[in-house]
Every structure is written in C-alpha cells, then in structure tokens.
C-alpha cells in the first residue's frame, strides 16, 4: 500500500519534471547561451535519466507482483505492438526516405512498445491486482 508520504513524492517529481520541461524547452528554442542555461540543461538531462530509471524500477517492482498468465499477456503484446511499429517504421523510410534503409533505428520503436504495454504498471497499487 502507497502511503501519502510517498504519493506526494511522486507527485512533487512530475512537478519538477513538468517545470524543468517547460524551461528547458525556453532556453533551448530561445537559444540562450549563457553558462547557468547550459549548466541547466545538463543538470536536467541528468534529473531524466535518473527520472527514467526511477520510473523503470517502480515497473519491474509492480511486475513481480503480476501473476503468471498476465505477465505472458504482456510480453506478448509487447512483442506484437514492438513488431507493428517496426514494420511501420520501415515502411515509411521505403516510401519516404529510401536512402535511410540501410539503418534500422530500434529506439523509437522499442520505446514506445513498452510505454504502450508496461504505463499502467506506475500507477496501480498492488492491491489492485
């Protein structure tokens, strides 16, 4: 069980992420060039990587609590949603972008697969399942 303590982290955490967002996004589309604007934007592309593995830790955690048969639906679906955005992917360098064929970018697709399969893992509590 989530107690309010830790519900008000997460939630000061997507504050942050939010605000550090929007200002970083200012300073990179204003192109301010000043010392404490670099040092900013590095320090919030840090905050993202540790944000993003914070994030990946809360999942695998809620996926050990799945039951046997859920987790194969969703490796299944991973699997299915993963090779559709391939294709897709694919698809669309071959009509718009042929000299691009000769390089598979993993990354977008991989990405989104399991976003698309694993985001309500951050959200439930175990006592839901």
């Not at 859920?70 to 090779?83: M, N, P, S």
Request: charged share 20%.
């Amino acid at each position: 069980m989530t107690s309010k303590k830790e519900k008000w982290i997460s939630i000061l955490l997507y504050i942050v992420f939010l605000i550090g967002l929007l200002v970083a996004m200012y300073i990179v589309l204003t192109d301010i060039d000043t010392p404490n604007s670099l040092r900013f934007v590095i320090g919030f592309v840090i905050f993202l990587l540790l944000f993003g593995l914070f994030q990946m830790i809360l999942i695998i955690m809620n996926v050990k609590n799945l039951p046997d048969f859920d987790v194969k639906r969703r490796i299944l679906k991973f699997a299915g949603t993963f090779i559709f955005l391939m294709a897709a992917s694919y698809t669309s360098n071959y009509l718009f972008w042929p000299e691009r064929l000769d390089n598979l970018d993993f990354g977008a697709p991989l990405g989104l697969a399991l976003g698309i399969t694993f985001y309500d893992l951050l959200f439930k509590k175990s006592e839901e399942w």
